[in-house]
C-alpha cells in the first residue's frame, strides 16, 4: 500500500490522515513534500472550520520519520538540510494555521509525530498512547526548533527527561505533564471525545477562533517580536462581524447560532 497522506472535510471538520499503517504511520519524504499543500487547503477552506489530524490502522499516530528512507535521503549534513526544510515548512504552516487544530493520539506517537502533536491546540490520547522522541537513540539531533515546541508545553525539566533519555511516556503521565489535554481508556472513547471537541469547535465563530489562533501564535513565537497590534485588530474586528450580531441575535431567541465567518 502506498504511504499517503489524506484530507476529507466535512461538517465543518478537516480530517488529515497519516495513512501508511505498514510503517506505523511514519512520514515519507512524500508526505511531508504533500503537507504543505493540504494544510494551505484547510487554512484557505472556509467549510473547514477546525483541522483532526490522525493515524490509520490500529497501532500508531505517527511514528516521525520513515527511517527506511535516511541512508538515500538523509545520510549526512547536506542530505538532512534539505530533508529538514521540509519538515520546517510544515512546522511554520501549522504554527500559523488559524484554525484549531486537534491531534487524536493512539498507539506510538514518537518524534516528528510529537513535533505535529505539540502543534496542536488539542491533544486527545487513549490509554494505549506512548509519547516519545528517541533521537538520541538513533544519532539524530533533536534540533532547537523543536526542543523548543518540547519545552512550550511540558517545561524544561521534563523536556531534558524526554530529550536526553530519549525515553517514552505513557498512560496518566501524558496527561500529568501536558503531552496531552486528555487521556481516555480506549481508542473508540478517544475518538468519540476528538469528535465532539472538533464538532463543539466548528459550531462556534470562526472570527473568534482566528483572533485566538492569532493571539497564541504571537504569545509563543520566538522567531520576532510578538505582533501583540495584530492580534488586537483582528478581536477587534469581531465586534463589527454579522456574526457578533447573530450570537447576540441567537442568544435572545434562545436559539443555537449559525455562525458564517463574516
Known amino acids: 500500500m502506498t504511504a499517503r497522506v489524506t484530507l476529507e472535510t466535512a461538517d465543518g471538520i478537516a480530517r488529515l490522515t497519516f495513512d501508511h499503517p505498514r510503517r506505523l ?30 493515524g490509520a490502522g490500529d497501532r500508531a499516530f505517527c511514528t516521525g520519520n520513515d527511517t527506511s528512507e535516511f541512508e538515500a535521503l538523509r545520510a549526512d549534513a547536506a542530505q538532512s538540510a534539505t530533508y529538514n526544510a521540509l519538515q520546517r515548512d510544515v512546522a511554520q504552516r501549522m504554527a500559523a494555521l488559524n484554525k484549531p487544530a486537534i491531534a487524536a493520539i493512539h498507539g506510538h506517537c514518537l518524534g516528528a509525530g510529537v513535533e505535529i502533536a505539540l502543534q496542536c491546540d488539542l491533544r486527545f490520547a487513549s490509554a ?69 471537541a472538533a464538532h463543539a469547535i466548528a459550531a462556534a465563530a470562526p472570527l473568534s477562533l482566528r483572533a485566538a489562533k492569532a493571539a497564541f501564535f504571537e504569545l509563543a513565537r520566538r522567531d520576532a517580536t510578538p505582533d501583540l497590534a495584530r492580534a488586537q485588530r483582528l478581536a477587534d474586528a469581531c465586534y463589527d462581524s454579522a456574526d457578533y450580531a447573530e450570537g447576540r441575535a441567537a442568544r435572545a431567541e434562545k436559539r443555537a447560532p449559525v455562525f458564517k465567518g463574516e
Do not use: C
Open 25 to 54: 504511520n511514519a512520514i515519507t519524504a512524500a508526505m511531508w513534500r504533500a503537507l504543505p499543500g493540504l494544510l494551505d487547503q484547510v487554512q484557505h477552506n472556509r467549510a473547514a472550520r477546525v483541522l483532526l489530524i490522525q
Open 128 to 196: 494505549d498512547a506512548r509519547m516519545g522522541v528517541p533521537a538520541v537513540r538513533l544519532g539524530l539531533p533533536y534540533r532547537l526548533e523543536d526542543i523548543v515546541k518540547l519545552v512550550d508545553v511540558i517545561g524544561l525539566a521534563r523536556a531534558r527527561q524526554m530529550v536526553l533519555t530519549g525515553e517514552s511516556f505513557s498512560g496518566d503521565i501524558l496527561r500529568a505533564i501536558g503531552l496531552v489535554t486528555e487521556l481516555h481508556p480506549d481508542r473508540a472513547t478517544m475518538q468519540t471525545a476528538a469528535e465532539a
